[in-house]
């Protein structure tokens, strides 16, 4: 009969203690050898199943994902302006009659007249030709955006002293004062609008002359630029020619200046030329198509045509 203190393992004996340490030594070892217990090798045991979770609506259950009545069911987004409950910000803040008719103002890329004469003096502008949107962006200078409401060039009185060029500009909007400055100096200038469409074509000729496409005609002014474009005071293009003459002899004698005569100068074909209104470039007629790879001009022979682009 053994005695239960000398049974072989038992904790409490010898032999037991050393078969603990040594397999605390061998656990010590083998966990020398393995990697670092981190996430990157955690796994779950083998054959153990975890539950899917329950899918989406839009996968099945009661309302199929569209859990809210109206617009909730029939589009994933919130309207424009809405805050969930809150009254929207467009009808905490009152009316401002400053901001009226703000969707149909343009900018205009601003261009003072101290530059614009160190423009011509380092010949990046010519002033032996009739300046226009044209030839402001040639220069590499500028960017008119017509797709972000810019409607072309504004003229700044900054640097108006040292404004001494004799120029036949055209531009989108000027001031009185920048109007007097160049016609001291034996100038014209005339407003003019341009709509999104020809803004285009007139900024990147090129591009629009690869088209294969006929020249467009430039339409008119909306109605709340009709007034600015058809008064000689600003100059417009849609003016009387008889009435803007009048204009400049009155603002003449109003900033004290002799009006230099255009009929005496030696660039009177150039300060006189003019477009049409509804012509974009100067020397081409709306419905020419010009082909830059043969480098010819087409014209429309159809009456019909003729009558649409003239109109």
């Given at each position: 009969m053994i005695q239960e203190g000398s049974r072989c393992g038992n904790p409490g004996s010898e032999a037991?203690?050393?078969?603990?340490?040594?397999?605390?030594?061998?656990?010590?070892?083998?966990?020398?050898?393995?990697?670092?217990?981190?996430?990157?090798?955690?796994?779950?045991?083998?054959?153990?199943?975890?539950?899917?979770?329950?899918?989406?609506?839009?996968?099945?259950?009661?309302?199929?994902?569209?859990?809210?009545?109206?617009?909730?069911?029939?589009?994933?987004?919130?309207?424009?302006?809405?805050?969930?409950?809150?009254?929207?910000?467009?009808?905490?803040?009152?009316?401002?009659?400053?901001?009226?008719g703000h969707h149909l103002k343009l900018s205009y890329v601003p261009l003072c007249?101290?530059?614009?004469?160190?423009?011509?003096?380092?010949?990046?502008?010519?002033?032996?030709?009739?300046v226009d949107v044209t030839q402001l962006v040639a220069t590499g200078l500028f960017t008119v955006r017509p797709l972000e409401r810019e409607g072309g060039f504004m003229l700044e009185d900054e640097g108006i002293d040292h404004f001494k060029a004799t120029l036949n500009i055209e531009v989108q909007w000027a001031s009185e004062a920048v109007i007097a400055s160049v016609e001291r100096n034996g100038g014209v200038i005339t407003t003019a609008y341009y709509d999104p469409l020809t803004l285009a074509a007139a900024i990147k000729p090129v591009e629009f002359f690869k088209r294969g496409v006929a020249i467009p005609r430039r339409m008119l002014p909306p109605q709340h630029l009709i007034d600015y474009y058809s008064d000689p005071q600003n100059r417009g293009y849609l003016a009387d020619p008889a009435e803007i003459a009048k204009e400049r002899f009155l603002l003449a004698q109003k900033y004290g200046y002799e009006l230099p005569d255009v009929n005496a100068s030696p660039n009177k074909d150039i300060l006189l030329e003019r477009k049409d209104p509804r012509q974009i470039f100067y020397g081409l007629e709306p419905g020419w198509v010009v082909s830059l790879k043969d480098k010819v001009i087409l014209k429309p022979t159809d009456p019909e045509l003729k009558e649409y682009f003239v109109s």
């Amino acid at each position: 009969m053994i005695q239960e203190g000398s049974r072989c393992g038992n904790p409490g004996s010898e032999a037991g203690k050393m078969a603990a340490a040594a397999g605390t030594d061998k656990a010590l070892s083998l966990l020398r050898r393995l990697p670092r217990v981190s996430l990157g090798n955690l796994k779950p045991n083998p054959g153990a199943h975890k539950q899917k979770s329950r899918g989406r609506g839009i996968y099945g259950g009661k309302t199929h994902g569209a859990g809210c009545k109206g617009s909730g069911q029939r589009q994933n987004f919130l309207r424009l302006g809405y805050e969930t409950g809150n009254n929207p910000f467009y009808l905490r803040f009152p009316v401002q009659n400053y901001y009226k008719g703000h969707h149909l103002k343009l900018s205009y890329v601003p261009l003072c007249m101290g530059r614009l004469q160190r423009l011509i003096d380092t010949n990046r502008l010519r002033g032996d030709i009739p300046v226009d949107v044209t030839q402001l962006v040639a220069t590499g200078l500028f960017t008119v955006r017509p797709l972000e409401r810019e409607g072309g060039f504004m003229l700044e009185d900054e640097g108006i002293d040292h404004f001494k060029a004799t120029l036949n500009i055209e531009v989108q909007w000027a001031s009185e004062a920048v109007i007097a400055s160049v016609e001291r100096n034996g100038g014209v200038i005339t407003t003019a609008y341009y709509d999104p469409l020809t803004l285009a074509a007139a900024i990147k000729p090129v591009e629009f002359f690869k088209r294969g496409v006929a020249i467009p005609r430039r339409m008119l002014p909306p109605q709340h630029l009709i007034d600015y474009y058809s008064d000689p005071q600003n100059r417009g293009y849609l003016a009387d020619p008889a009435e803007i003459a009048k204009e400049r002899f009155l603002l003449a004698q109003k900033y004290g200046y002799e009006l230099p005569d255009v009929n005496a100068s030696p660039n009177k074909d150039i300060l006189l030329e003019r477009k049409d209104p509804r012509q974009i470039f100067y020397g081409l007629e709306p419905g020419w198509v010009v082909s830059l790879k043969d480098k010819v001009i087409l014209k429309p022979t159809d009456p019909e045509l003729k009558e649409y682009f003239v109109s």
